[in-house]
């Protein structure tokens, strides 16, 4: 498979402080990665450093398209959506208002996209007049997702999210991740639950402190090193 996103050398910071220390990967097609690693291992900066959101240095490419002179809403033309960690949805906008503010601009293009979220969350197309504030956390991750579906992305940019939900609530937004890869679009999902993330995704990336300490089919990848990547030798 052709990569699809390349990512050579990056480094990113907050206010002179380095999160992220020379870091490269790769991502094809339709394929689904998993971001392991633990607090403060640089997961969500790295997500952020691809929309544009932290300052970094490095190689990111789309396809052939060079992202980092790129603002955050060009790379989101291009090909990238985004569910934050803590869902951050428009709380006093309807669920079908914040779906369609993020949809294509042709109207009959973003009632189709609605449909088809409604379709993948049946929960929200019976809440669709609901503020968002009224929804579970749950359905509010459910609608992060949706939202970010709603631009046709080629690749999904996910940050934890499974953090605070039950179970059973995390289950249901897991089975859309894995409905979403099977229908075509990468994933690369960032997630504290080692367990849940592996589940859906059959290859892995470990970071520690900021730098890439393993990448591989999720099968040759050992517990020592997965364990290493969450509390260290």
Do not use: C
């Not at 390349?6 to 992220?20: C, F, N, T």
């Not at 749950?138 to 631009?151: F, P, V, Y």
């Amino acid at each position: 498979m052709s990569a699809l996103l390349s990512i050579r050398g990056l480094s990113a910071g907050y206010g002179g402080a380095s999160a992220l220390d020379d870091v490269s990967l790769t991502l094809a097609a339709g394929e689904t990665v998993a971001l392991l690693g633990a607090n403060g291992a640089g997961k969500s900066t790295l997500l952020k450093a691809l929309l544009g959101l932290v300052p970094a240095r490095g190689e990111l490419r789309l396809d052939d398209v060079e992202l980092g002179p790129l603002p955050t809403e060009a790379r989101v033309r291009h090909g990238i959506g985004y569910v934050p960690e803590g869902r951050r949805v428009f709380p006093g906008m309807s669920v079908r208002d914040n779906l369609e503010v993020a949809g294509l601009p042709a109207a009959r293009d973003r009632l189709l996209d609605v449909e088809r979220v409604f379709a993948l969350f049946p929960d929200l197309a019976l809440k669709s007049a609901e503020h968002a504030w009224r929804l579970s956390g749950g359905q509010q991750q459910m609608l992060s997702l949706g939202r970010a579906l709603m631009g046709r992305p080629r690749l999904l940019l996910l940050d934890e999210p499974s953090l605070g939900l039950s179970p059973k609530l995390a289950d249901e937004v897991f089975a859309a991740v894995r409905h979403v890869a099977a229908a075509g679009t990468a994933v690369l999902l960032a997630e504290q639950s080692a367990a849940r993330a592996l589940a859906v995704a059959p290859r892995a990336i470990l970071l520690r402190l900021g730098r890439v300490v393993g990448d591989g089919p999720v099968a040759a990848l050992s517990e020592e090193a997965v364990r290493e990547a969450f509390f260290g030798g």
